[in-house]
């Protein structure tokens, strides 16, 4: 797992981790942060993007990808408390070509639609 996952607890509700083979195109889960505390929007951003591509997870073995674009869409964000399990979901809008789509949700420990981001990822593939 990257360094950066030691800031996060999460639990897989579904799908499955990256590189397993699994069939789907979507995954989520709960999340939280092992250090609440300090600005909730830098809290949202980062939970935001803390769980694998979705689409990794289809994948059978490890390979290189990277964010091209990444954009977030605050809602209820602000005044959310950053302790507690939030709520994450990831699904994958198109993949294709060496670039996948996908959208997240974050919902708040209380229920409600925190924010939502859209990524454009590229995967490299090292038969090309």
Known sequence: MPPCQQHFETRYTDGSVPFSGYDAVE?????????PG??????VVAMLDAFPFPFMQ?????????TISF??????AGSAET?????????TIHAAG????F???LYRPDGKLAAW???????YDKGA
């Not at 302790?83 to 699904?91: A, M, P, S, V």
């Open 27 to 35: 995954c989520g889960g709960w999340i939280r942060l092992r250090h």
């Open 38 to 43: 300090g600005d909730p929007e830098a809290a």
């Open 58 to 66: 289809r994948m059978k073995a490890p390979a290189p990808a990277t």
């Open 71 to 76: 954009h977030a869409h605050f809602l209820n």
């Open 83 to 91: 302790n507690g399990w939030w709520w994450l979901r990831n699904k």
């Open 98 to 101: 060496g670039y996948a789509t």
């Open 103 to 105: 959208a997240t949700r």
């Open 117 to 123: 981001a859209e990524q454009l990822v590229g995967i």
